[in-house]
Nanobody, 121 residues
Framework: QVQLVESGGGLVQPGGSLRLSCAAS????????MGWYRQAPGKQGKQREL??????????KYADSVKGRFTISRDNAKNTVYLQMNSLKPEDTAVYYC????????????WGQGTQVTVSS
């Protein structure tokens, strides 16, 4: 059983910052990729958007919309991934989901329950 526990979401004003955390626990092979996805209001029927991901070697990938504002990092010893979000905009409002891809497991990995991020004045 694999469990992902997310924290750090909330309400913030435009231009503010939030830091999301996601800790993985349970039994799984070493994690190759950890990432954050989001789903904006009114888009529940559409695929979640990749925000950022980081592989075990440290290489990262970001959505164009968050480059220069968001930073993803991971602590392999703690099986935890972080997303530092700065200069937040109203269009960043969404439910953010953590995802991990172990070396062996489901093709789409494991997902967290989601944490709400709302950017509003």
């Amino acid at each position: 059983q694999v469990q992902l526990v997310e924290s750090g979401g909330g309400l913030v004003q435009p231009g503010g910052s939030l830091r999301l955390s996601c800790a993985a626990s349970g039994t799984f092979f070493s994690i190759s990729t950890m990432g954050w996805y989001r789903q904006a209001p009114g888009k529940q029927g559409k695929q979640r958007e990749l925000v950022a991901r980081i592989v075990s070697g440290g290489s990262t990938k970001y959505a164009d919309s968050v480059k220069g504002r968001f930073t993803i990092s991971r602590d392999n010893a703690k099986n935890t991934v972080y997303l530092q979000m700065n200069s937040l905009k109203p269009e960043d409002t969404a439910v953010y989901y953590c995802n991990i891809l172990p070396g062996v497991g489901p093709v789409d990995g494991y997902w967290g329950q989601g944490t709400q991020v709302t950017v509003s004045s």
